[in-house]
């Protein structure tokens, strides 16, 4: 009688483990294609190909890399060969402003993305105010 009562009971826990494994596996899921989705290109996190108009020979055009660590956002530009990363890294929203040291001249840059495309400002003491514009080119996977 016992053998047949925990027979019972583990074929009973076994059907549990069928019915609900199903939802349990469709949950976890759902959560992945949610964090999935949230790397879209609507997000800032990613590559950007950007343009600056007027900008000084070698500067016009290169590639922004957005990367977040935890809570936080690291910034690196490349251009002309080289690297440069970003300071004072400062993220609210679709909306990112940092600092660049180019040369020994500091760069204060201010930038919004809307749906994989970028626009705004540099500054520079030499250079004034120029417009930069891009678009996305490398989404996090």
Do not use: H
Not at 12 to 18: E, G, L
Not at 41 to 59: F, H, L, M, R, S
Not at 92 to 113: D, P, S, T
């Amino acid at each position: 009688m016992k053998k047949q009562a925990l027979k019972l009971i583990g074929m009973v826990t076994m059907a549990i483990a069928f019915v609900c494994a199903p939802n349990f596996l469709k949950a976890k899921t759902a959560d992945r294609v949610i964090s999935i989705e949230s790397l879209t290109k609507g997000d800032i996190v990613g590559g950007w190909q950007y343009i600056v108009e007027g900008a000084p020979e070698g500067y016009g055009t290169g590639l922004l890399m957005i990367v977040k660590q935890g809570e936080v956002y690291k910034v690196q530009v490349q251009i002309n060969g080289s690297a440069i990363n970003g300071e004072n890294v400062v993220v609210k929203g679709k909306k990112i402003a940092f600092n660049l040291n180019v040369e020994g001249e500091k760069v204060n840059v201010a930038l919004e993305m809307k749906g994989g495309k970028m626009t705004g400002t540099s500054n520079s003491p030499s250079n004034g105010t120029m417009n930069i514009s891009g678009e996305k080119v490398i989404s996090p996977q």
